[in-house]
């Protein structure tokens, strides 16, 4: 049993923490934060960095990457920009990304896929609705066979990740909806819709709490034409597709969450050294030392298990060694484990901080704004992994939820 990464993944992390370190410094981080945005200059760097759209085959405009070193790229974005904001701009192309090319049409990928590796395109994912996102299965949203072929969509999505950057780079969205409700979520389809479409309007963008400089909104889809091209796998598998594209999300939600939280304990380490109380510094007295070694002894155990959930999803798809529903069960582990952790560890390590760390000239508040959204729900709520490890772990027949 080897735990070391190759040495082009040891390459990989070191050109990529390299190029961070210069063109995303936590100055920057905040200067985004503030502005609400992502500078055009650092998504165009990640796409010559060969960064966005990572897993997608070079033939479509990614690298071939491994699930091993998209998961290196997404800890070194998190560690990079603790807000988690450009990590979401990076990993909803890693992941839905991949699913949306794999699916994806010819003409599909010639007209927005195989731009967005150079980060003159964009590829998300717009699932949630007004009414709920984790029970995908409840969803309004319906596809009827069009008078000339392919579909009429009607349906409305929010709190859906980078729309105004898609609208900026006429990108487009994995969207599933009912083709044949009555059969539940064996009755569901799936297609591409490009925000700049006939019929798809903006409905607004929310206020959030945390990752500023990635929009968060919504858009409303009414009477959209989809022709045959634009569906993306076979009628009425949408929902399997759906899971598929949280699957693969799932894994670099929580290695960017393990980066921000592994700054967030650099930071505090280097703060307790320096800050002295009662004629030490801070790092001297055992509450605090006590304090680290709890944090650090989780960090470590959910940055391994992370990195055996990216192996094996690696292993799922070049040789078929494990089922989905196998990886299915370490995925929803991580994505329970890490945020929360993440969040720990920001809380714990502002408290160290004292009143300096609840001002905004600490970074650390940007960091548990940032993670929160991920205990929240993004990519799946906490109890719906919590259902999963559940019911992979006892049985279905134990854990039918319906």
Request: contains cysteine; hydrophobic residues 40%.
């Amino acid at each position: 049993m080897d735990f070391t990464f190759s040495e082009e993944q040891d390459l990989f992390r070191e050109a990529v923490n390299e190029w961070l370190a210069k063109n995303l410094t936590l100055e920057q981080v905040r200067q985004n934060d503030t502005n609400h945005e992502l500078p055009k200059k650092l998504i165009k760097g990640m796409g010559d960095l060969g960064l966005l759209c990572l897993t997608l085959p070079e033939e479509d405009g990614g690298s071939g990457a491994d699930w091993v070193t998209a998961t290196i790229g997404a800890e070194e974005l998190g560690y990079a920009d603790i807000s988690v904001a450009a990590p979401v701009f990076y990993l909803v192309q890693a992941s839905w990304g991949y699913v949306i090319n794999k699916l994806a049409s010819e003409t599909v990928k010639e007209k927005y896929i195989r731009r967005a590796g150079s980060g003159n395109g964009f590829l998300g994912i717009g699932v949630t609705e007004p009414g709920g996102g984790s029970d995908v299965a409840g969803f309004k949203t319906n596809l009827v066979p069009h008078k000339d072929g392919g579909w009429n969509l009607n349906g409305e999505k929010c709190y859906i990740s980078g729309t105004a950057e898609a609208v900026d780079l006429d990108g487009g969205y994995f969207v599933s909806g009912f083709t044949k409700r009555e059969d539940g979520h064996r009755g569901m389809t799936a297609a591409f819709v490009p925000l700049n479409y006939e019929g798809v309007e903006i409905t607004k963008r929310f206020e959030n709490m945390g990752r500023m400089a990635i929009s968060t909104g919504g858009f409303q889809m009414t009477d959209v034409h989809i022709p045959e091209e634009y569906q993306l796998g076979e009628t009425n598998r949408g929902f399997y597709n759906t899971m598929e594209g949280f699957d693969a999300a799932r894994v670099l939600v929580s290695a960017s969450c393990i980066g921000a939280s592994q700054r967030a304990l650099e930071i505090g380490m280097d703060y307790i050294k320096e800050r002295e109380a009662f004629g030490q510094p801070l790092a001297k007295y055992q509450g605090i030392q006590f304090d680290l070694a709890d944090m650090v002894a989780h960090h470590e155990a959910i940055k391994s298990l992370i990195y055996k959930t990216a192996w094996m999803l690696d292993e799922k798809y070049k040789n078929g060694r494990f089922s989905a529903l196998e990886v299915s069960k370490y995925l929803s582990m991580v994505k329970y484990l890490a945020p929360h952790h993440a969040l720990d560890v920001f809380r714990r390590v502002m408290y160290w901080h004292g009143a300096y760390g609840y001002t905004q000239e600490c970074p650390l508040e940007m960091g548990l704004r940032g993670v929160m959204s991920y205990c929240i729900g993004a990519e799946g709520a906490a109890n719906i992994q919590k259902i999963v490890i559940s019911r992979e772990t006892l049985g279905r027949n134990w854990t039918k939820t319906r």
